[in-house]
């Protein structure tokens, strides 16, 4: 258990729904990093949070958006949503910028039917 | 561009040594990361190398060349719970920000 918890476990949706996806990093850490993992694209960085702000920006769509909450937790939102946007979404979570190691989540899985 | 390249699969024998290697391409090169995943579980943190060299954390042991854009992962005294996929991951830094550029793994199999 790495201390970072991430809910929903599951989520199914319809396509051009929007799902908010919530982590919570481990005690202590201030950095949120979101992430997806597809089969046929690997894990792909989206965006990372420092103490509330935005710090880096990664491959992540217009149609996604996230912030980070003052008590540290993180929401990722996920809008008109596609077929293709299925995929697991993990938060990760480190006390400074990253170079310590970060710690993943369990992961929410989301399915777009 | 950014580029990350990993074998897809390798086997070894329970007990022996294996060296996963990983090159990259990328600018402003600011670290190098290895995780291990086992099959429908997170990433787990094993490695950074930030210069050039080998750091050692019992069994693994990383190693990093900035100028080749190279780096290997060694497992020694091999288990059978070392199966998995190991990814290597590269931070870039530019005009004042970065970003992680994950490989696509490497899977391991460990046989008895």
């Known amino acids: 258990d790495s201390g970072v918890t991430q809910t929903p476990k599951h989520l199914i949706t319809a396509t051009g729904q929007r799902v908010t996806l919530r982590c919570s990093p481990r005690s202590g850490d201030l950095s949120v990093y979101w992430y997806q993992q597809s089969l046929d694209q690997g894990l792909q960085f989206l965006i990372h949070?420092?103490?509330?702000?935005?710090?880096a920006k990664g491959n992540i769509l217009e149609r996604f958006s996230a912030q980070q909450f003052p008590d540290l937790h993180s929401e990722l939102n996920l809008s008109s949503l596609e077929l293709g946007d299925s995929a697991l979404y993990f938060c990760a979570s480190s006390f400074g910028t990253g170079v310590d190691g970060q710690f993943f989540g369990p992961g929410t899985r989301l399915t777009v039917l | 561009g950014q580029n990350i390249d990993q074998p897809t699969e390798m086997t070894a024998t329970e007990g022996a040594i294996v060296q996963i290697n990983c090159t990259y391409q990328?600018?402003?090169?600011?670290?190098l990361f290895w995780y291990q995943q086992h099959a429908g579980e997170a990433p787990t943190f094993l490695s950074y190398n930030v210069l050039d060299g080998l750091e050692e954390k019992g069994r693994f042991s990383s190693f990093l060349s900035r100028s080749k854009g190279y780096s290997y992962l060694l497992l020694k005294e091999l288990q059978m719970k070392d199966s998995a996929s190991y990814l290597c991951a590269v931070r870039s830094s530019l005009s004042g920000t970065y970003k992680y550029i994950f490989g696509t793994g490497t899977r391991l199999k460990v046989l008895a």
């Open positions: 990328t600018s402003g090169f600011n670290g």
């Open positions: 949070y420092y103490n509330g702000e935005e710090r």
